[in-house]
């Protein structure tokens, strides 16, 4: 049974002259927008993520990438491949190496790194490179270097406003002859107390979801 409140309907409140319609109930507070969809950070698990991977790269890289390139990279640095989740969803990944180049500096390289697109813009890259250069860093990495092709300017914008600096052009350097940069992340000398630090703060980003500084010296 109607509550003896309830304004009657409006076809009837139109005709009702004795006595002025009471005032409509106040309308329903707006609703919030949805909760922004959590970004979930994780270490690569093992070679049951490589077709996760190869999803979101190949999709996005011109560069074709065979299994045994994915192999190279994650067998030899596991700790070095990160994965974005949105649920059971992957949508982002970084995978890159760290070795000694010509003897003398430690180096980090960035070989591949890709979000999907409608998780773009929401910061899950720039988390993620923060990861794997967090993680360099506690392994006393001195620079980070990557290519990216020279028409990519999102990548470009990118790379640029976490510190990368262009070093050189590499004329035809893919396979569909694109040029690409070369651009560098300077690191610092990597001395024990950055890199315990560095360790500390990649287990509190990936416990807590938050991103770790990058740590150029820039
Ligand atoms: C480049 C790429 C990885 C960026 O991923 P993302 O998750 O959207 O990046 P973020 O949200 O962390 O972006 C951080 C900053 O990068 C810049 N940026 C990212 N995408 C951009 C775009 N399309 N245009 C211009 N600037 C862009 C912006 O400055 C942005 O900061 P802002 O949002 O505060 O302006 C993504 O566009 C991608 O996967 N591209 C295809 C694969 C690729 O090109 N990979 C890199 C080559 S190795």
Redesign the pocket.
């Known amino acids: 049974m109607a509550s003896s409140t309830t304004p009657p309907p409006p076809s009837l409140q139109a005709l009702s002259l004795a006595s002025p319609a009471p005032s409509p109930p106040p309308s329903p507070p707006p609703r919030p927008p949805p909760a922004a969809e959590t970004i979930r950070y994780e270490r690569y698990a093992g070679e049951q993520d490589i077709p996760k991977i190869m999803d979101l790269v190949d999709t996005?890289?011109s560069e074709p990438y065979n299994y045994y390139t994915y192999r190279y990279f994650l067998n030899d640095w596991p700790n070095l491949c990160f994965m974005a989740y949105a649920g059971d969803l992957a949508v982002?990944t970084i995978v890159c190496k760290q070795e000694v180049h010509r003897d003398k500096l430690n180096r980090g390289y960035?070989a591949?790194?890709?979000?999907r697109e409608a998780?773009?813009?929401?910061?899950?890259?720039?988390?993620l490179v923060r990861l794997a250069i967090t993680e360099m860093v506690s392994y006393s990495c001195e620079e980070v270097v990557?290519e990216?092709?020279a028409d990519?300017?999102?990548?470009l914008?990118?790379y640029r406003?976490l510190g990368f600096i262009k070093e050189k052009r590499l004329y035809r350097f893919y396979l569909n002859a694109k040029d690409a940069y070369r651009l560098k992340l300077p690191l610092g000398t990597g001395d024990e107390v950055r890199r315990s630090r560095a360790k500390a703060e990649m287990e509190k980003a990936l416990q807590e979801g938050m991103a770790p500084a990058v740590a150029s010296k820039a």
């Open positions: 996005e890289l982002g960035l591949m790194l890709s979000t998780y773009r813009g929401k910061g899950v890259a720039t988390h990557l990216t092709e990519n300017a999102s990548a914008r990118f406003k």
